[in-house]
């Protein structure tokens, strides 16, 4: 009597447990369907934005490039940078393969800073030169290139019924085959598009990886020549790249490796591109990391994560810099450029040695303005110039270089600076004199030597900073 009496409070429970099971088991469904069907609208959306934005960058270029008055010319390059900043904005959303969020995040963020430098070049009087020219062109049809391909892949998503977050199905299979991937290598979001949609965006990333040379952030940075570098040191094997590339990255423990490649040119190196650990949250967004064969240096990190509202200003950003830049060892570096654009701010340190501002050692750092990150940090010109200098004093005093000054100038400021000559070939010791003429102010550099003028740059102040022209 008792056994059946057990047996039928046992029979009880279980189709209690079971019905409340099957009820939790429903509900959840439903949730994981509305979930999957909201973000893979977000999705869908921003991946449609980022198509619709890119065309019309690729439009305004080549508006740019015909355009018969400077004034039109400066508002098609405008309206490029915006719409660059759209995409990449839409593109970070993105779960893609971890080298074309690398590839094709570096390049909407290099097109919109191009196109908004060539704005505030002739924004100042200096026209469009041949080699300007020549990059924007380049720009275009790249740009082109990628709107094809991204209406390409739409098509065929399109076509495939593809999403980018299928909802999933509660069964007995997908419950084993989670288990397995959570105990074993985990299956990322990154990787799901490019196995769905095979060689769509493997296209897009190999078309992103020729990239202009940009020419912004301040005086004295126009370009890297391809020379051989002047920092030079013992070479390193991947692994210990590896190594050192993980002691250069901010946040690098929430972050893997998820590919490596060889870098050719005058700074060969390893370019690793990092997703996401599952302790980083696993997010979207993903970063590459360029690391010299030659010392482990780091020569460049584009992070591509999305920027929240500013909580910190130009001053304190500057600052992050510094201390970045002092942790790494760089011991001497001063800030000489800033400039905030969409959330972030991106500023040139330069190194000063014995009261010499060394212009042509300089290293680019983009700062996060919502919590401070290091975001993006450019080392090449630093890497390719910087080595011991035997630096003659001047000859001249700071009140002779003056004398050929004009008298309607107000001198604010002079300083030592070493500037790259006008050939690019070499460099030479100047008289660095801040001025006002007016209500404009201008960088005038004398040479310490022989008193002559060597070069005049307007410095601009704006909301966002301050920039050279």
């Given at each position: 009597?008792?056994?059946?009496?057990?047996?039928?409070?046992?029979?009880?429970?279980?189709?209690?447990?079971?019905?409340?099971?099957?009820?939790?088991?429903?509900?959840?469904?439903?949730?994981?369907?509305?979930?999957?069907?909201?973000?893979?609208?977000?999705?869908?959306?921003?991946?449609?934005?980022?198509?619709?934005?890119?065309?019309?960058?690729?439009?305004?270029l080549?508006?740019?490039?015909?355009?018969?008055?400077?004034?039109?010319?400066?508002?098609?390059?405008?309206?490029?940078?915006?719409?660059?900043?759209?995409?990449?904005?839409?593109?970070?959303?993105?779960?893609?393969?971890?080298?074309?969020?690398?590839?094709v995040g570096k390049f909407l963020q290099q097109t919109g800073d191009f196109a908004q430098s060539i704005s505030r070049n002739e924004a100042a009087g200096r026209e469009l030169e041949d080699q300007g020219r020549s990059?924007?062109?380049?720009?275009?049809?790249?740009?082109?290139?990628?709107?094809a391909q991204l209406q390409e892949i739409a098509a065929r998503y399109n076509q495939g019924g593809f999403r980018w977050s299928p909802p999933m199905q509660l069964t007995w299979g997908n419950l084993v085959r989670g288990y397995q991937s959570a105990v074993g290598k985990p299956a990322t979001q990154d990787q799901a598009p490019s196995s769905m949609v095979a060689g769509g965006w493997?296209?897009?990333?190999?078309?992103?990886?020729?990239?202009?040379?940009?020419?912004?952030?301040?005086?004295?940075?126009d370009h890297v020549n391809n020379r051989a570098p002047a920092r030079q040191a013992s070479p390193v094997s991947r692994e210990e790249a590896e190594r050192l590339m993980r002691r250069q990255v901010p946040n690098a423990e929430t972050y893997r490796v998820?590919?490596?490649?060889?870098?050719?040119?005058?700074?060969?190196?390893?370019?690793?591109?990092l997703a996401p650990t599952a302790a980083g949250g696993g997010a979207a967004y993903t970063a590459s990391a360029d690391i010299a064969r030659n010392g482990g240096f780091l020569i460049q990190l584009v992070n591509s994560r999305m920027v929240g509202n500013p909580t910190i200003d130009l001053e304190r950003a500057k600052a992050l810099g510094l201390e970045y830049l002092a942790a790494q060892g760089y011991a001497g570096m001063v800030p000489t450029y800033g400039q905030i654009s969409e959330g972030t701010a991106t500023i040139a340190y330069a190194y000063r040695e014995n009261g010499v501002l060394i212009y042509p050692d300089q290293i680019k750092i983009k700062v996060a303005l919502d919590n401070g990150e290091i975001l993006a940090v450019d080392a090449r010109q630093y890497l390719m110039s910087h080595?011991?200098?035997?630096?003659?004093?001047?000859?001249?005093?700071?009140?002779?270089?003056?004398?050929?000054?004009?008298?309607?100038?107000?001198?604010?400021?002079?300083?030592?600076?070493?500037?790259?000559?006008?050939?690019?070939?070499?460099?030479?010791?100047?008289?660095e004199f801040l001025t006002r003429f007016g209500e404009e102010t201008y960088l005038v550099y004398v040479n310490a030597y022989t008193g002559q003028e060597e070069q005049i740059l307007q410095q601009v102040q704006s909301d966002g900073g301050t920039f050279a022209l």
């Open positions: 009597m008792r056994r059946s009496v057990s047996w039928a409070v046992f029979g009880t429970l279980a189709a209690v447990v079971l019905t409340l099971w099957g009820v939790w088991t429903w509900r959840l469904t439903a949730a994981n369907r509305d979930l999957a069907l909201a973000v893979e609208a977000d999705r869908q959306r921003n991946f449609a934005d980022m198509a619709y934005h890119v065309e019309q960058i690729q439009a305004l080549g508006k740019g490039l015909v355009a018969g008055t400077t004034r039109q010319n400066m508002r098609y390059l405008s309206d490029a940078h915006h719409h660059a900043a759209a995409a990449a904005t839409n593109f970070t959303s993105l779960p893609l393969p971890a080298e074309v969020s690398a590839s990059e924007l062109a380049r720009l275009r049809t790249l740009s082109a290139d990628l709107s493997d296209q897009v990333g190999s078309a992103m990886e020729r990239l202009p040379v940009m020419i912004y952030d301040g005086p004295f940075s998820a590919g490596v490649t060889d870098i050719s040119g005058n700074l060969p190196g390893f370019s690793f591109q080595h011991p200098r035997d630096i003659r004093p001047a000859t001249i005093t700071p009140d002779q270089a003056e004398e050929d000054i004009r008298p309607e100038l107000t001198i604010d400021r002079t300083q030592l600076a070493l500037i790259p000559s006008q050939s690019g070939t070499g460099e030479i010791l100047t008289y």
